[in-house]
């Protein structure tokens, strides 16, 4: 039998990280590569007790909606739930339930990308949204980035039309707030120069936050979508707040816009869980979030302060640089001047330590120096043993 | 803010359903529309028990892990259940666990679809089939079929290039029993007919099977798939055997496919969710589906078998026609000679039921007498009720 793939499917790939964890996935070893919360922030009690409730507390009828298929739109009092959360005035309408975050980029992707459309995204970027868009066959362009964000002069460049083609790019995918994979978080003087640049060149941003709850100190300076609604869609996510398992997340859009993505929704899964959507909107309730990610914040906080401290002491001597995050899951590492993170991989992995390389995260022009690490998911203990072991894999490295 | 919309986005289109459910959803309607299994056969307690085993019963490595990110592939255990309970020699590793079915096709199309491919659907075919394929913009193509099921003759002809082109069609998308919309199933001579016609003329079938399990009196034939695994995705579902709230279902490709179907699937939401995956899991243990579906299939005979008796008493002097399934969960009925279902259809509503027109269904040239009716969601004395309200608002719509 033949089967003749799409042209698109020629240019999907295995995603770099899944890969990395199948070789990672030894007995003892200490992975700071994937990005998976950490699983003793997830609230079982209150999952437990939803579930009860949903299923049994609320009476027969109630329990068989939540088995039923239901509207694409999602589950109604989810949806309120995430108008009135967000800073920022949104109407239930505007809000779509999806399954995971991941779901938005593809919707994204479908409505928004044609066969060779510019697509803009940050150098680096997070690879779940290039594997998202990639189907749709955009030509992804990497935006000049540094440690504040994104360079807003080379956004503009790189948004106009190019080499006679008649139009400019279709939107900016941005991740303001402790992104993935670098940590990094845009100051407040970058978003408000980044949202004014975009609208007066009309260019629509796709902004990405999965991670703004997971603050140490002080909150992150508000989304870029508060400061223009009509040209921006939002993805949210309860994968780091809650758990990634239910896989729920939801977008918000303006209301030109919003029918379109509804019927790419329903076209891919008619709906997301509605069992799942109920749990979530009664785990939800009463502020529950407010007590609960609290505890996530100090624990996240505490495990990148055992990380920096344990960088500081073992990485002394190695010209080995690193960011500190305000916030997140990771923090972003660049190896010494003609170091390589993908030939450091295999040498680390034999110590016992696993990281992610950073070049799957660049559109183009990868930095082979860079590699990603993940605070969540070890102890500090095991931070303290891994992030030795990976000196010691750099030392040896070094030494050829 | 100018959103330039991809070409898709505009192909895109709402559920025809979706907006008949609206102007349907009048307190004391009796509705025939929609295709909700009924939600007297989901097994609450069985969910309610496994909800609670998962996330007490196994410990709290277990409960985590059902809360946490998971392999795309799916959970093990129920992709190896999935596996063990086809009528083939199936791996579990042929096996990827999707959310919903709809899923399945969704991913079908961004794997073997490229602009303007021809892929052939049976005449009529199930809708949501047309709007997940839609988006990869083919030339979608109805092949005559009859009670039997598909006309293999045509099949050959439809899938040969056209106009000079050098490729034939892609795939062909079936559903073998009880077929949304119709009702109908193939007959074991057309499936074997089918299969060894697609095989000479080396064409790729999608079998489609979320109703196989909700027969009458006898289980239908083997599946398509059974017969050339190699030539062959099968598409099939948890939602109409337990609950469609869980969004589960599953494919099952080739090896050499399936690599591209499990890229496709991670960029389109990571994975279902693992939390739904383990509960379905425990749920299938030891046998549940032999105790559990008997009911269903009991229910739905009794109810199709009320639509018909009521048909046959309302229709009486009526120049209409239905047929009478073997199973599922719909039949098909044809308005007289003149008559259009959309046009009828207020006048329906009007005397408080609701029905889906036929034309929806079809790739092109729709059949304007058809509409398809659900035996169900409505209890027996909904279903007399509704056929005889039916059946005066054709008479009315017959004198003009």
Same mark, same amino acid.
């Given at each position: 039998?033949?089967?003749?793939?799409?042209?698109?499917?020629?240019?999907?790939?295995?995603?770099?990280?899944?890969e990395i964890l199948k070789v990672t996935e030894k007995p003892g070893i200490i992975s700071f590569a994937g990005g998976l919360p950490s699983p003793q922030t997830f609230p079982i009690d209150a999952f437990a007790k939803a579930c009860d409730q @949903? +299923?049994?507390g609320g009476g027969a009828d109630s329990a068989r909606a939540s088995l039923q298929y239901a509207a694409s739109e999602g589950y109604r009092p989810l949806c309120e739930w995430v108008a009135a959360s967000l800073p920022w005035d949104v109407s239930p309408d505007q809000v779509l339930i999806t399954t &995971?975050? %991941?779901? &938005?980029?593809?919707?994204?992707?479908? $409505? +928004?990308?044609?066969?060779?459309?510019? @697509?803009?995204?940050?150098?680096?970027?997070?690879? &779940?949204?290039?594997?998202?868009?990639?189907?749709?066959?955009?030509?992804?362009?990497? $935006? #000049?980035?540094?440690?504040? &964000?994104?360079? @807003?002069?080379d956004l503009e460049r790189q948004a106009a039309p190019t080499d006679g083609a008649i139009e400019g790019a279709r939107f900016f995918y941005v991740l303001p707030n402790f992104q993935n994979p670098t940590g990094r978080s845009m100051s407040e003087a970058r978003r408000a120069a980044l949202v004014e640049r975009a609208a007066a060149i009309g260019l629509p941003l796709v902004e990405d936050n999965p991670y703004g709850d997971l603050w140490f100190d002080h909150p992150p300076p508000p989304?870029?979508?508060?400061?223009?609604?009509?040209?921006?869609?939002?993805?949210?996510?309860? #994968? =780091? $707040?809650?758990?990634?398992?239910?896989?729920?997340?939801?977008? @918000?859009?303006? =209301?030109?816009?919003?029918p379109k993505l509804l019927q790419a929704k329903q076209a891919a899964d008619l709906h997301s869980? #509605?069992?799942? %959507?109920?749990?979530?909107?009664? $785990?939800?309730?009463?502020?529950?979030?407010d007590r609960h990610v609290p505890g996530?914040?100090?624990?996240?906080?505490?495990?990148?302060g055992a990380m920096l401290t344990a960088l500081q002491t073992e990485m002394a001597g190695l010209?080995?640089?690193w960011n500190s995050p305000d916030g997140g899951m990771f923090l972003w590492v660049r190896l010494p001047e003609g170091m390589n993170a993908a030939e450091l991989l295999p040498r680390a992995v034999a110590h016992n330590v696993a990281f992610v390389p950073g070049a799957a995260f660049f559109a183009a022009d990868p930095d082979p120096r860079a590699l990603r690490l993940s605070f969540v998911t070890?102890?500090?203990?095991?931070?303290?043993?891994?992030i030795a072991a990976l000196a010691q894999a750099i030392r040896e490295q070094g030494q050829g």
């Open positions: 039998m033949t089967w003749t793939l799409a042209r698109r499917a020629h240019k999907m790939n295995p995603s770099v990280i899944r @949903v +299923l049994r &995971g975050s %991941q779901q &938005g980029l593809d919707l994204v992707a479908k $409505v +928004l990308i044609d066969e060779g459309s510019r @697509v803009l995204v940050e150098t680096p970027t997070y690879l &779940g949204a290039l594997q998202a868009f990639t189907p749709m066959e955009p030509q992804i362009v990497g $935006v #000049s980035s540094d440690a504040e &964000g994104v360079d @807003v002069d989304p870029l979508t508060a400061r223009n609604p009509e040209g921006c869609i939002y993805l949210g996510s309860f #994968s =780091k $707040v809650l758990a990634p398992g239910l896989r729920l997340g939801f977008m @918000v859009a303006p =209301k030109a816009i919003m869980p #509605s069992f799942n %959507q109920r749990v979530v909107a009664e $785990v939800l309730k009463d502020g529950f979030l996530i914040r100090a624990l996240y906080k505490a495990q990148c010209d080995v640089q070890a102890s500090e203990e095991q931070i303290r043993t891994g």
